[in-house]
């Protein structure tokens, strides 16, 4: 079964300063990983996604997340926040054979100016 | 190209009374998936859809819970005698499926029906 794990339930940044949210992933077998974002209200926005072409993704709105098979990490970044990047994150995975997605429980980003 | 849409947006019901809720994937998916997510988690899978066929179902699906796809478009999910802790936002999302490339796995979400049970 597949499951993934956000650390860190809230996350704040300045604006300009480095994001990194972080997730890492259980799956017997390789997984198809994704990356969305919500705004308050509203539904799930795709960020990027992995689905074994290349390791590093690169997504909208200037993230990008490597997928680390040794680690089980597929941590998103971004080199610097915006305050319009002041969301709900959600990392999510999709093991072969199966159509459902799991999520991780989310982590809220706070950019201060 | 239109986005997965959701109907209602809002809905306020007493404990007991049925609700339905409709959802309009993108055109030409096959593939229309039903998710429930409650405050501070993410969403939770319910069932998923391949055209008409309804070939997965979560636990999380009661008896009270039904979901219909009939003729392989829209699709509409019942909660028949709601309870409290039904209040939750529910979030119906739709991919390619077979002939998508490399999207057909990639599943675009609605806005979301946001229930609450009084």
């Known amino acids: 079964a597949q499951s993934v794990t956000q650390l860190g339930s809230h996350v704040s940044v300045s604006e300009g300063a480095l994001v990194l949210l972080r997730c890492n992933y259980s799956?017997?077998?390789?997984?198809?990983l994704f990356w969305y974002v919500q705004y308050p209200n509203q539904g799930l926005q795709l960020l990027l996604k992995?689905?074994?072409?290349?390791?590093l993704v690169k997504g909208i709105n200037g993230f990008e997340a490597e997928f680390k098979k040794s680690e089980t990490s597929f941590h998103l970044t971004k080199p610097s926040a915006h305050m319009s990047d002041a969301a709900e994150y959600f990392c999510?995975?999709?093991?072969?054979?199966?159509?459902?997605?799991?999520f991780g429980s989310g982590t809220r980003l706070q950019v201060q100016p | 190209d239109t986005g997965v849409s959701q109907d209602p947006r809002h809905k306020i019901t007493k404990r007991g009374q049925n609700v339905t809720f409709r959802c309009d994937p993108i055109?030409?998916?096959?593939?229309l998936y039903w998710y429930r997510q409650t405050l501070g988690q993410g969403p939770e899978f319910l069932t998923y859809?391949?055209?008409?066929?309804?070939?997965?179902k979560s636990r999380l699906l009661s008896d009270r819970f039904s979901a219909e796809r009939p003729k392989g478009s829209f699709s509409t999910l019942e909660i028949q005698r709601t309870e409290q802790g039904d209040s939750a936002m529910y979030l119906c999302?739709?991919?390619?499926?077979?002939?998508?490339?490399?999207?057909?796995?990639?599943?675009?979400f609605g806005p979301g029906t946001r229930l609450l049970v009084l």
């Open positions: 999302a739709s991919s390619p499926g077979t002939g998508g490339g490399h999207h057909q796995e990639t599943q675009y």
């Open positions: 799956s017997s077998v390789p997984p198809y």
């Open positions: 992995y689905t074994s072409a290349a390791t």
């Open positions: 999510a995975v999709r093991g072969t054979g199966r159509r459902a997605l799991t």
């Open positions: 055109s030409e998916h096959n593939r």
């Open positions: 859809f391949q055209n008409e066929a309804q070939l997965e």
